[in-house]
């Protein structure tokens, strides 16, 4: 299978890297196990968001072993990944083809840095050349919550509109601006069935869906995340199925540049 490498912006939203497609082999589309119930009552918005909070994920360390899957439209690649987090503090991701580590990035609430293998090529910096880039505000907060299956934003500073459907509590974002945000709680585990910011000015939308909800002692994380963006030159999901989840072990973050990369900027 030869080898190709696509730089698309999707990836970033998990890794901070450039998204290695290697091959053109075309898979199924993967499917969201929500396994949920009807509300049992209506609640206040703010019991709601409080509920939600109360099954936030308690950790120290969490490693997890996921298979990966990208799809821009015209070449779709499935990849393994190797996901690390220091609670508030580190997150690393490995992403390997055949066992080989194609690329890896290391993201801190104050830098990012990847590399990735193929070109040789790599990136330093903080988050705002990234959320221009993306077009959508980007933090080290975010990005742990995202993996984990916690809302994006911190819902206790926010004022919503709220509706109720057959399975979530939907909670629409009041603030008045071009960027539209919608949470969707479950309505029996309380935690983030799917979660949308949509730049409608800018033909932007990233969407972030969570299934098959599994309990972990004291902490349920969803087993399988996709991820949708959309932009003007087109769509890239990204399904990740999470396969193994430990948390609390005594874990190292290896994380160095190779000699010889050549580092980019990102405008």
Known sequence: ???????????????????????????????????????????????????????????????????????????????????????????????????????????????????????????????????QWLGTDLDYNKIQNMLLGESLDDLRKGKYLQTLDALAYQLVDKANNTTHKTFYIDAANFKVRKQQVIQTDKGRKIEIKYGNFTAFDKNMLPKQVHIEAIQEKGKTDINLEYEDINFNQSLSFPYSVPNGYKRIIIN
């Open 1 to 131: 299978m030869q080898t190709t490498v696509i730089v698309k912006k999707g990836i970033v939203f998990l890794v901070m890297a450039s998204a290695l497609f290697l091959g053109s082999c075309k898979s199924k589309q993967a499917l969201i196990q929500n396994n949920a119930t009807a509300p049992s009552e209506e609640l206040k918005t703010n019991e709601i968001i409080g509920k939600h909070y109360d099954v936030k994920t308690d950790f120290s360390t969490i490693y997890i072993k996921s298979n990966v899957r990208f799809d821009n439209g015209s070449q779709t690649q499935n990849l393994a990944a190797e996901i690390r987090i220091k609670k508030d503090e580190q997150i690393l991701v490995s992403l390997r083809f055949l066992g080989i580590t194609m690329a890896k990035a290391s993201i801190t609430p104050d830098k990012v840095s990847y590399y990735e293998k193929v070109k040789g090529t790599y990136f330093e910096g903080d988050f705002s050349g990234l959320s």
